[in-house]
């Protein structure tokens, strides 16, 4: 049987440097685990700009559509603010995105005990947290049409239209549900249904796959503002979280801060099962690619690490290995190991990217 294949796509800024460390880890798995990939990598977002002048080649996104799961970095930086927004870094993500048909995007927010007094809420309020967003991620305001800018009565007026249909609806709604049910089995689902149709059609769907077919799963719902409020209030009343495109961005960003830094957070976003079963996926840390430390190896690698665990448990069926490489992380950080985004008030000299990827495979080596 060949190797599973994973497309690297490390993109812009931080992005090739957090990325470098997943690929030691990758060789790790391979040489201490027997578990290797064949690894081939391309160019995404301002990167891939600058080589072919588009975000992301038609050739790049063959190979993407090709593996068995695309890992990538972040896109974006100051450089490419002016481009024409058709082919800003942004694009390529999204094209990956939706020509993959990757809906359910899986966006954890856990935090680890070692870090529970670097979030910007009390201790007791995040200590413990672990929950999950599943973001819908092919359609909704990112994609719906009519949408652009065009003048109406001498003035400029800009659209974008909210759109859903029943059936991405409906498939978001149950990888919420399957999810749970591996989880506490609870789903919060979150829309504007008090001032939104496509709102009130996406709590009408999500109640009737709820009564099908997943009666046994406990499921609320709330508006999204509410939820935002919730979410800062006592976030550990949630297990899964359903929303939208929108919405999902916002909240996952806002859960994510809950755990501490934005360095730590991984994200799976899964589409339909391809010919061999595995999903088609991609794997990406939910932190952009901070052009104000790029270059300078201060970057966290744990959110794109993370990533990569979340690789092996949703697409390879590895979830011993990927509880491995949790735990090696687990591990560092209760050790005391910090990289310059997880320096308390108490200072001390922080972590390089490289330093922490060093640490973390010495505490894999220990795992064995
Ligand atoms: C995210 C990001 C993206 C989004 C950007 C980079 C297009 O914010 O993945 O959350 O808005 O979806
Ligand atoms: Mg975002």
């Excluded at 506490?184 to 077919?213: F, P, T, Y």
């Excluded at 979340?310 to 491995?324: C, K, P, V």
């Amino acid at each position: 049987m060949s190797n599973p294949s994973l497309l690297i796509l490390a993109g812009d800024g931080i992005g090739p440097e957090v990325m470098d460390e997943v690929k030691r880890i990758i060789s790790w798995f391979g040489d201490k685990r027997d578990l290797t990939f064949d690894v081939s990598e391309d160019l995404v977002g301002g990167a891939a700009y600058d080589a072919h002048g588009v975000p992301l080649h038609d050739d790049t996104m063959a190979k993407a559509q090709a593996v068995d799961a695309v890992l990538l970095g972040a896109v974006g930086g100051p450089k490419y603010d002016d481009l024409d927004f058709s082919v800003k870094p942004e694009r390529g993500l999204l094209r990956l995105r939706k020509e993959m048909d990757l809906f359910a995007n899986l966006r954890p927010a856990q935090c680890f005990d070692a870090l529970a007094d670097f979030s910007s809420l009390k201790k007791d309020i995040v200590s413990g947290l672990d929950i999950m967003i599943v973001r819908e991620l092919t359609s909704g305001v990112y994609f719906g049409e009519p949408r652009g800018i065009h003048i109406e009565d001498n003035m400029r007026v800009g659209v974008n239209t909210q759109r859903y249909t029943e059936a991405e609806i409906e498939r978001a709604a149950r990888a919420a549900f399957d999810l749970a049910r591996k989880r506490n089995n609870k789903v919060c689902s979150m829309e504007k249904a008090n001032v939104m149709e496509s709102g009130i059609l996406w709590r009408d769907v999500v109640n009737e796959v709820h009564q099908a077919d997943y009666a046994d799963v406990a499921l609320s719902h709330m508006y999204a503002d509410n939820g935002a409020m919730q979410l800062v209030r006592a976030p550990k009343q949630f297990d899964v979280i359903l929303t939208d495109n929108l919405f999902g961005d916002i909240l996952s960003d806002c859960a994510a801060m809950l755990t501490g830094s934005l360095g730590m957070l991984p994200s799976a976003s899964l589409g339909l099962p391809m010919a061999n079963g595995r999903p088609k996926a991609m794997y990406e840390p939910v932190h952009g690619s901070a052009p104000d430390i790029t270059g300078q190896g201060k970057a966290n690698p744990i959110a794109c690490i993370l990533s990569f665990a979340m690789a092996l448990r949703y697409s390879f069926d590895e979830g011993a290995e990927a509880d491995r490489l949790e735990a090696a992380i687990e591990k560092v950080l209760a050790d005391g190991a910090r990289t310059g985004d997880l320096m308390g008030p108490e200072g001390g000299t922080p972590l390089s990217t490289t330093q922490m990827g060093d640490v973390i495979l010495e505490a894999l080596d220990a795992s064995l």
